[in-house]
């Protein structure tokens, strides 16, 4: 019971990584005006992804220094997703087998 729980919670970590690149994608298409800002489509996806990201990327960019331009708190969030990870993976998967 412990293991799938472990394997369900790696899981869900594993696909809010791809919504945090979809949000780094995304904010480069939005930027550079390849995707049509008007679409309710392309706001509904906007808004879903910013939704879900920003909760976890606010608190880093708080502390971030201002580099300008580059954002560079996905990076710290993927470098705190992989911590958690390793610690899933290491430390609590052999304690519950």
């Given at each position: 019971?412990?293991?799938?729980?472990?394997?369900?919670?790696?899981?869900?970590?594993?696909?809010?990584?791809w919504?945090?690149?979809?949000m780094?994608?995304?904010?480069?298409?939005?930027?550079?005006n390849?995707?049509?800002?008007?679409?309710r489509?392309?706001?509904?996806?906007?808004?879903?992804?910013?939704?879900?990201?920003e909760?976890?990327?606010?608190?880093?960019?708080r502390?971030?220094?201002?580099?300008?331009?580059?954002?560079?708190?996905?990076?710290?969030?993927?470098?705190?997703?992989?911590?958690?990870?390793?610690?899933?993976?290491?430390?609590?998967?052999?304690?519950?087998?």
């Open positions: 019971m412990g293991l799938t729980i472990i394997q369900t919670l790696l899981f869900v970590i594993g696909i809010y990584k919504i945090v690149i979809a780094v994608i995304f904010s480069w298409l939005y930027s550079f390849v995707v049509n800002n008007s679409n489509f392309v706001a509904m996806v906007g808004e879903f992804l910013y939704k879900a990201t909760p976890f990327l606010r608190p880093i960019r502390f971030m220094p201002d580099l300008g331009g580059l954002d560079i708190s996905p990076i710290v969030l993927f470098v705190i997703i992989f911590f958690i990870e390793r610690f899933i993976i290491n430390v609590l998967a052999p304690a519950v087998t």
